[in-house]
């Protein structure tokens, strides 16, 4: 079974500096790593994933993730944050090996931009 | 639109009552998910279908739950008398094919309260 940990429950940071957001994942074939948003009273947007290849992905809003196998980590990263950015973030994994899969969420990760 | 559609959006009811949340996804979406979203957690996964038949319905909680998809597209999630703890959001999402690598649209989904 694959599991997300989240183990900030908010980040703080303020606006024009490097943020970033931590997660670190269980699966037990590859994984499939996935970045969402949430805003208020918004659906789940996708920001970005990593399937295979550069451990470094780019996404939207100028959001990149780094892969880390080794640490079992997927940390989302931002070098310059906007207050535009404070939203609910959550990591999800999916087992890599089959088809369709569920996506496993983490708890979420508020994440405030102050002015 | 050419979104994730979710009716309705808000429902309130009794507990003890029947209800139904709909979703139409995008179309030829292949895949459709069911999620629940309690206040502060991530999503929780309920279940997918691939086409018209339930791939994985391992996380729906109890028999009260279930969830059709009859001609491939629409899904109705179906509660039977409702609890208390039911409440939550219901959130819906499709995937376009095997080879989208887990990139889900959510829809904004349907608040249930029941009380």
């Known amino acids: 079974a694959q599991s997300v940990a989240q183990p900030e429950d908010q980040v703080n940071v303020a606006e024009g500096n490097p943020l970033t957001v931590k997660c670190t994942y269980s699966v037990s074939g590859n994984p499939y790593l996935f970045w969402y948003v949430q805003y208020p009273n918004r659906g789940l947007q996708f920001l970005l994933k990593y399937i295979t290849g550069d451990n470094l992905v780019k996404g939207s809003y100028g959001f990149e993730a780094e892969f880390n196998k080794s640490q079992t980590s997927f940390h989302l990263k931002k070098p310059s944050a906007l207050v535009s950015d404070s939203a609910l973030y959550f990591c999800?994994?999916?087992?890599?090996?089959?088809?369709?899969?569920?996506?496993?969420f983490g708890t979420g990760t508020r994440l405030l931009v102050s002015p | 639109g050419a979104g994730v559609s979710q009716t309705p959006s808000n429902k309130v009811t009794e507990k003890g009552k029947y209800v139904e949340l709909r979703c139409d996804p995008i179309?030829?979406?292949?895949?459709l998910y069911w999620y629940r979203q309690s206040l502060g957690q991530g999503p929780e996964f309920l279940i997918y279908f691939q086409g018209t038949g339930a791939a994985d319905d391992s996380g729906l909680p109890n028999d009260r739950f279930f969830a059709v998809r009859p001609e491939g597209s629409v899904s109705t999630l179906k509660i039977q008398r409702t609890e208390r703890g039911d409440s939550a959001v219901y959130l819906c999402a499709s995937e376009p094919g095997p080879a989208s690598g887990g990139e889900l649209f959510f829809g904004e989904g349907s608040r249930l309260t029941v009380l």
């Open positions: 179309s030829g979406h292949t895949a």
């Open positions: 999800a994994v999916r087992d890599g090996n089959t088809g369709f899969q569920k996506l496993v």
